[in-house]
C-alpha cells in the first residue's frame, strides 16, 4: 500500500494559510491589495477587536460575477497570472492566487458582490462552501472574515497582544495610503476612526493626516529618473527623525516593500544630517518595468529582487543628497504657530491691553502669563528655509561674535538675529571639508617614517586589512606585511595623521577599516576623513579667544554645508530677532520702528 497519498485540499490551504496569514495584518494586506487590483478607488477596512472577531472590506471596484466569486476560494485561482510570461511580467499586487482559500480555511468568510449585472453571496466556513445565494446589483466587493482560527487554535494563541496587531495593520493601510494618495482609505476599529483619507491624489495631504503638520510642513518634494528607473516622492527635513525604520515607506511600482539595501542607501545620503540610528521620514515612490523586478520571493510579496540595483541604488543617493543640498537649515530656538505676522502683532495689541486690565500677576500660576498666541510648541528646534542671495556665496550671513559661555558655545549676532555655535562641531566641519577638498585633489603630503609602525593583529584580523591594503594605499599610506600577523607601516599621509601621534592615528584608521561590516570604499574614505577632522578639531572646554571665534565662525560661512558636523548634530542655532523681541514683549516696540 502506497504511503504517499495527494493532500486534502482543505488540509492543504490551512498549511499554505501558516505562511501566507502569519498575523491579523496579512489579512487585511491580501483583502487591500485584491480591491486596489480591482481598480477601487475607495476601500473601507473596519474591524471589531483588531480583526480577531471581524475584518470587513468593502470596496468600489469592479467586482465579481456569481461563478468567479466561487471560484476565487480555489486553491491557485487567479486572474492576474494566466501563463509562465506573466509571472515575469507582474503588474498587480496579487498573483498567487493562495490569499481567499489560505483565508477562508482558517476562519467564517461571507463574500457579497456584483459586476453591476448580477450580484452573489457566498458563504464558507472553515474553507467549505456552505451556501450561495443571489444579492443587490450595488457595484463592488465586500467581504467579512470572522473568528480568525477559530478552526486553528495552535495559531490562535500565537496572537497575545492586540495593540501590537492593530500597530501593525495601520501601518500597513498607512503605507497603502501613501502608495495610492488617489484612493480613500478608512480604516476603523470598533467604530473609532484610525485613518480617513480623501482620495484626491495629494500625497502631502495623506502625509499631513497620518503624520500630522509638523511633519507634513517639513517634506521636500523630489522627482528624477534614469533610463530604468523613475522615482519621486518626499523627504524630511533631517530635525524630523525617528527611532526606527517604519517611517521610511518604499513603494515598487505600487507595492509596499522592505528592502535593506534601499534603506541602507536612504540612511547614508542623509549621514551627515542626522545622528546614527536615526532615520528620516520618507516616501519614496519607484516607476520600473515590471520584467527589471522579481516580486515571487516570498507569499507576503514584501520582499522583491531588483535588476540593476546598482543603477536604482545611485539614482536614490545622488537624488537625496541633491535635493537636501538645495536648502539651508539653520535650527531655530523656538517656534510659534503659523499665523502671519500682522496676525500675530494683532493678537498682541490684543494681549496687551488685555494686560492692563490686569494689575497683579500671580507668580504661583506661571503658565497664565502666556496666552495661546504667545506659547511654545513642544518641539523645541526647528528647521528654518532660508533662501541663498545672489549677494553673497555663502549660505550664513557675517557673525560677529560676542561671547563664550561654559568654554563650549560661541554668542555671535548679525541684523538677524543672535546664533549659539557649537565650537567644536564648527570645527569639526571646517576641518572635514578642507581635508576631504585636499584629499580628492591629492593635496596630501606622504611623510616617510624614521622609524616604521609595527601594527600587530589576530590571524581573522590580519586577513582582513590584508585584503584592503589596496585602499590603505589610496590613503597614502606605505604598508608591508612583516612577519606573522604583523604590519609595517613605513610612510602616511599628513591628511590623516597628526605630528606626534602616528602611531594612535595610524591604528585609529586601521580599526576603523576592521570595523566596516559590509564595506563601502566611499563609506570608508568619509567616515576615516570625520573621525581624522574630530581628532584635529578644538573642543568643548577647550579655551579659545574671541578673534578665534571669529575665524571659526568666518570659516564655517565658506563650508558647502555648515548647519550640520559630519556626524549629523547641528553646528548653529539662531534666535531672531523676532522671537526675542516676542519673548520680552517688546515686538510692538519693533514693530512700529
Not at 513603494?251 to 535593506?260: D, L, P, S, T
Amino acid at each position: 500500500m502506497s504511503k504517499i497519498k495527494v493532500m486534502d485540499e482543505v488540509l492543504a490551504n490551512k498549511i499554505a494559510a501558516g505562511e501566507v496569514i502569519e498575523k491579523l495584518m496579512n489579512v487585511v494586506k491580501e483583502l487591500t491589495e485584491n480591491s486596489l487590483d480591482a481598480g477601487a478607488t475607495e476601500i473601507k477596512i473596519e474591524l471589531v477587536d483588531t480583526g480577531l472577531k471581524l475584518i470587513k472590506v468593502t470596496d468600489n471596484g469592479v467586482g465579481m460575477t456569481p461563478d468567479d466569486a466561487v471560484l476565487a476560494f480555489s486553491r491557485h485561482a487567479t486572474s492576474k497570472c494566466k501563463s509562465i510570461n506573466d509571472l515575469f511580467n507582474i503588474e498587480s499586487l496579487g498573483f498567487r492566487g493562495e490569499a481567499l482559500p489560505s483565508i477562508a480555511s482558517v476562519s467564517k468568510v461571507r463574500l457579497k458582490t456584483s459586476d453591476g449585472v448580477k450580484g452573489s453571496v457566498v458563504t464558507l466556513e472553515g474553507g467549505e462552501n456552505i451556501h450561495e445565494e443571489a444579492s443587490d446589483l450595488v457595484k463592488g466587493t465586500s467581504i467579512e472574515v470572522r473568528d480568525i482560527f477559530y478552526n486553528t487554535p495552535v495559531r490562535l494563541k500565537y496572537i497575545k497582544n492586540l495593540y501590537s496587531e492593530l500597530a501593525s495593520i495601520t501601518e500597513y493601510v498607512d503605507k497603502m495610503a501613501l502608495s495610492y494618495p488617489n484612493v480613500k482609505f478608512i480604516l476603523t476599529n470598533n467604530d473609532k476612526v484610525l485613518l480617513n483619507t480623501d482620495g484626491n491624489g495629494n500625497l502631502l495631504k495623506v502625509i499631513y493626516e497620518i503624520y500630522g503638520k509638523n511633519i507634513a510642513s517639513k517634506m521636500i518634494e523630489f522627482k528624477e529618473e534614469n533610463e530604468d528607473y523613475k522615482i519621486s516622492g518626499y523627504i524630511s527635513y533631517p530635525e524630523c527623525y525617528r527611532a526606527t525604520k517604519n517611517a521610511i515607506n518604499v513603494f515598487v511600482n505600487g507595492r509596499a516593500i522592505k528592502n535593506n539595501e534601499i534603506i541602507r542607501v536612504i540612511v547614508d545620503a542623509y549621514h551627515t544630517y542626522i545622528h546614527a540610528g536615526k532615520y528620516p521620514v520618507v516616501i519614496l515612490n519607484i516607476e520600473t518595468d515590471p520584467v527589471l523586478v522579481d516580486c515571487n520571493v516570498h507569499p507576503t510579496k514584501m520582499d522583491i529582487k531588483f535588476s540593476k540595483m546598482d543603477t536604482l541604488k545611485d539614482l536614490i543617493y545622488n537624488t537625496f543628497s541633491d535635493t537636501l543640498k538645495k536648502i539651508v537649515f539653520i535650527p531655530e530656538a523656538s517656534v510659534r504657530s503659523d499665523s502671519s505676522l500682522e496676525e500675530v502683532i494683532k493678537n498682541d495689541v490684543e494681549d496687551k491691553e488685555e494686560e492692563k486690565k490686569e494689575n497683579v500677576i500671580d507668580l504661583n500660576n506661571v503658565e497664565e502669563i502666556n496666552d495661546d498666541d504667545t506659547k511654545y510648541e513642544e518641539s523645541p528646534v526647528q528647521l528654518k528655509l532660508v533662501e541663498d542671495t545672489n549677494e553673497s556665496p555663502y549660505k550664513i550671513k557675517k557673525m560677529i561674535p560676542r561671547g563664550i559661555v561654559y568654554k563650549t558655545y560661541i554668542i555671535a549676532e548679525n541684523e538677524d538675529g543672535m546664533y549659539l555655535i557649537d565650537q567644536h562641531a564648527a570645527a569639526e566641519r571646517v576641518n572635514y571639508e578642507k581635508t576631504m577638498k585636499k584629499f580628492l585633489n591629492h593635496e596630501g603630503v606622504a611623510v616617510p617614517l624614521l622609524v616604521p609602525i609595527s601594527l600587530e593583529y589576530p590571524k581573522s584580523d590580519f586577513i582582513i586589512l590584508k585584503s584592503k591594503l589596496d585602499v590603505l594605499s589610496e590613503l597614502g599610506f606605505v604598508v608591508e606585511e612583516f612577519g606573522e600577523n604583523t604590519f609595517v607601516v613605513r610612510e602616511h599621509s599628513s591628511l590623516f595623521v597628526r605630528d606626534g601621534h602616528e602611531k594612535e592615528d595610524t591604528a585609529k584608521i586601521f580599526d576603523i577599516l576592521l570595523k566596516e561590516k559590509n564595506f563601502d570604499e566611499k563609506k570608508f574614505i568619509d567616515h576615516t576623513v570625520a573621525t581624522t577632522a574630530c581628532r584635529m578639531s578644538i573642543k568643548a572646554n577647550d579655551y579659545i579667544t574671541l578673534s578665534e571665534a571669529e575665524y571659526v565662525l568666518d570659516e564655517l560661512r565658506k563650508c558647502d554645508q555648515p548647519f550640520n558636523c559630519p556626524h549629523g548634530r547641528p553646528t548653529i542655532i539662531t534666535f531672531t530677532k523676532y522671537e526675542l523681541e516676542k519673548m520680552f514683549k517688546r515686538v510692538l516696540d519693533w514693530w512700529k520702528t
